[in-house]
């Protein structure tokens, strides 16, 4: 007996360890190619070619500034609290990590699979504002502070009106499951189609929990020359971009999972579709970047408050009424 439960813990062991380094590395991957596309994107919307030297297409140039990165010297400044400040770039992705391992990426179950998953997935991607919170104020630099204070409110306003249109999707599908809510979706139509508002909502609202422009209030250079990150160089520098890369993407898959289907599609397999509907939503993340101008502080939590928590309320009750007809 005692032989049989050695094997099984070993064997869960085993597998939970393959799982995270295949997500971590995957992640890796996802966080380089990224940059790399941004820069593309940026370089192309604004009429030029972006990264060209390294490699085809500038495709290796992404590799070659973590190369560069990772021989930089980590300076550590001397009126900071140390262990906080060396502490939070190493907390920033855990939830994002966590949240990965918890999406479906097929029929099959996921890495950790969870009957309330979604509520589980919506709680722990806004845990990476404690560790933004932590590294600014570790820094002992008022633009630091003022970030991650910034970060932190911004993150309450938008995390709402993102918990009230994936609770709308719950109200269609009458499960928290995701793998339930792409089942619904696939006995009808995608929840784009039936709930356009809830989607457009979530999408707003993970641009700013990402801190994406123009909601990128947090790190704005033009007023706190870096943000929470001011004071941080080398590799911990790179772990504040691999976590807003990877929650990107991250967020993303969870959007595509609630409105567009998830892997349901012809021909391709289920993961596949996955990414592609991911990577479609990030890419308009970029784009918004280069289209929309920064919200001043003021207009960002008055966006939240007073106009996508409304509609948020609003679009939750007629769901809540229609629903009951429909079924």
């Known amino acids: 007996m005692q032989a049989w439960l050695a094997g099984y813990i070993t064997w869960t062991l085993a597998t939970l360890l393959l799982g995270t380094v295949v997500i971590m590395g995957y992640l890796t991957f996802n966080t380089l190619f990224l940059i790399w596309l941004e820069r593309k994107v940026s370089g192309h919307i604004q009429r030029r070619y972006g990264p060209m030297e390294v ?51 097929s029929g099959a179950e996921a890495f950790a699979q969870m009957p309330y998953g979604l509520i589980v997935i919506i709680a722990l991607s806004g845990f990476t504002v404690i560790a933004i919170f932590m590294a600014g104020w570790s820094s002992n630099n008022k633009y630091a502070v003022l970030g991650g204070m910034r970060s932190v409110s911004q993150v309450i306003a938008y995390e709402i009106p993102i918990l009230l249109a994936a609770l709308s999707v719950v109200m269609l599908a009458g499960s928290m499951n995701l793998r339930e809510i792409v089942a619904a979706q696939a006995r009808g139509v995608p929840y784009l189609l039936v709930q356009p508002v809830a989607a457009l909502l979530y999408f707003i609202g993970i641009t700013a929990e990402t801190n994406r422009a123009p909601f990128d209030i947090p ?65 308009v993340m970029m784009w918004m970047r280069w289209t929309f101008p920064r919200l001043r502080f003021d207009q960002l939590m008055t966006l939240a408050w007073k106009l996508l928590i409304p509609v948020a309320l609003v679009n939750l009750v007629v769901t809540a009424l229609l629903v009951p007809r429909a079924g």
């Open 219 to 283: 790190e704005a250079e033009s007023e706190l020359v870096g943000g929470f990150h001011t004071e941080y160089s080398g590799m911990r520098f790179a772990l504040f971009f691999f976590a807003e890369y990877t929650n990107m993407l991250v967020l993303g898959a969870l959007g595509a999972t609630l409105f567009l289907g998830g892997w349901l599609g012809p021909w391709l397999p289920g993961p596949a579709w996955l990414l592609l509907k991911a990577y479609a939503l990030v890419f």
């Open 55 to 105: 490699g085809p297409h500038g495709a290796l140039q992404t590799v070659a500034d973590m190369l560069k990165l990772l021989g930089k010297q980590l300076l550590t400044p001397v009126a900071v609290d140390r262990f906080v400040y060396v502490l939070a770039p190493l907390l920033i992705f855990l939830p994002t990590l966590c949240v990965a391992s918890l999406i479906p990426v």
